[in-house]
């Protein structure tokens, strides 16, 4: 594999002063060494906290689905 495959791009995001201010008090002690790789970091933990909370929303798994469906089949409930 060349290094390409594992080049990562990245952009520029504006934050208003104040608030990269707050996250350096909050970053201190973290051994972050930038505001933008602490706030990397913290978007991808909140994302994946939604993530995970929009999976564990999902009443069944497909499985589990499969198996209440064929139970009501052979309960006779439905066809």
Same mark, same amino acid.
């Given at each position: 594999m060349t290094e390409d495959k594992h080049k990562v791009e990245y952009t520029t995001i504006s934050i208003p002063k104040p608030? !990269? =201010?707050k996250v350096k008090e909050r970053m201190k002690?973290?051994?972050f060494?930038? !505001?933008?790789s602490y706030v990397t970091y913290v978007l991808?933990? !909140?994302l994946?906290?939604? =993530? =995970?909370e929009e999976?564990?929303?999902?009443?069944?798994t497909k499985e589990e689905e499969e198996k209440v469906k064929q139970r009501l089949?052979?309960?006779g409930y439905i066809d």
């Open positions: 608030l !990269v =201010e002690g973290t051994g060494a930038s !505001v933008s991808r933990q !909140v994946s906290s939604i =993530e =995970e999976r564990s929303k999902q009443a069944f089949r052979d309960l």
